[in-house]
């Protein structure tokens, strides 16, 4: 019904989102992911890309800051025994990037990390996802190797994000961070490195 929405922000709380658009205030759960891109924009315009939940005894809005989030949602609803509400949690510790590198690595126990989310729950995402989320999310095995199940995971899936923010596309930021060392370096460090050798072409 509604694929994305364009408004000024309001933050009442932080796990939801409020635009306005022309007058009326549309009310969306967010994540923590999508909350910490949009906290310093109150009052501004922005938009959200949107799914709505339609239940027998209720109506509820989510607001995602991209498309990207917003296909992982919904591929994670598409599991059995995952609701919107456990795919927000998972989506509050987890990039899209993130999920996508547990599931393809089988890392089930980043998954439940959510709050929320067991074992088996965790343990059946990455088993029904395993070949759907990093198709939809256009991450494969090749694209993980440099990228271990650890903190510096998260650093080099946030140097990724700004390169392509930067205009690279996602195959060219991949083949230049692959080529960096990322052992205690922080995405700022990695951001200058990519950026080196893509400039070298």
């Known amino acids: 019904m509604f694929y994305y929405l364009e408004g ?11 635009i306005d658009c022309g007058g009326v205030g549309y ?22 890309y ?8 209720a109506m509820e809005l989510f607001g995602f800051y991209d498309e990207q989030e917003l296909t992982a949602f919904t591929q994670l609803i598409s599991v059995s025994g995952v609701g919107p ?11 899209p990037e993130r999920l996508s590198q547990a599931v393809l690595t089988g890392d089930a ?20 996802l395993k070949d759907k989320l990093a198709k939809a999310l256009g991450v494969t095995a090749e694209d ?8 510096g995971a998260e650093a080099l899936s946030d140097a990724l994000n ?8 996602r195959g060219e930021a991949t083949a230049a961070l692959k080529k960096v060392n990322p052992a205690g370096k922080s995405t700022e460090d990695l951001i200058k490195e990519g950026l080196m050798l893509l400039a070298k072409g």
């Not at 922000?9 to 989102?17: C, S």
């Not at 929320?116 to 088993?127: N, S």
Request: hydrophobic share 50%.
């Open 27 to 48: 009310r969306l759960t967010v994540s923590g992911n999508t909350r910490s891109q949009i906290a310093a924009k109150g009052g501004q315009t922005v938009r959200l």
């Open 109 to 128: 126990k980043a998954i439940t990390a959510a709050q929320g989310v067991g074992g088996k729950i965790a343990a059946r995402i990455v088993l029904e």
């Open 8 to 18: 000024k922000l309001f933050l009442p709380d932080l796990a939801t989102a409020v």
């Open 162 to 169: 700004a390169l392509m923010v930067l205009g690279y596309t």
């Open 50 to 57: 949107t799914y709505l939940s339609v239940r027998e005894d």
């Open 144 to 151: 993980l190797p440099s990228l271990p199940s650890s903190g």
């Open 85 to 95: 509400k456990a795919a927000v949690a998972i989506l509050s510790v987890l990039t």
